[in-house]
């Protein structure tokens, strides 16, 4: 099994930015958190991150017939991006959307979602964690 896990703005600079909502883990911590969880389970990760929407596009464009799943942190896009839904839409690879931080308790505009409508799972508030939980359910989701 093949997953990408796709960062998009600002998620490369986590233990830095605001760790109130986001932690002291940094974005090498994570990654390797990822790693060895996908060690521990036997697939196979690939990770992409940008701040620029179009490159998000043509990552999510990238895992179509190359890759079982998607876990993406869209960032900010999350609550603008239609764009990023039409191309998990356009793929069809099973995605699930992570966001560290409980969006749902947090501003209003946190709160709205475009890619959402295009995912099989949504993880929210549960940390960096949240990257492992959205592996397991597509692992789970593969197997049946």
């Known amino acids: 099994m093949k997953i990408m896990v796709i960062n998009g703005p600002n998620l490369n600079m986590l233990g ?5 909502h986001y932690g002291k883990e940094t ?7 990822i790693e060895k969880h996908a060690e521990e389970k036997g697939i196979s990760i690939e990770f992409r991150q940008s701040n620029h929407e179009g490159d998000l ?13 998607i876990v993406i942190n869209p960032g900010a896009y999350t609550h603008t991006s239609i764009a ?3 191309a998990v839409k356009a793929v069809g690879v099973p995605t699930c959307e992570v966001h ?8 209003d505009f946190r709160k709205i ?9 949504t993880v929210s508030g549960h940390g960096t964690d949240g990257y492992l939980e959205a592996i397991d359910y597509l692992i789970e ?3 049946k």
């Open 113 to 121: 979602s475009y890619i959402r409508a295009a995912c099989v799972l």
């Open 27 to 33: 974005y090498a911590d994570l990654l390797k958190k």
């Open 100 to 107: 560290i931080s409980d969006v749902n308790a947090r501003e």
């Open 57 to 69: 596009v043509d990552y999510i464009q990238s895992t179509y017939q190359n890759f079982d799943g």
């Open 84 to 86: 990023i839904l039409d």
């Open 141 to 143: 989701l593969k197997g």
């Open 16 to 20: 830095i930015r605001e760790p109130t």
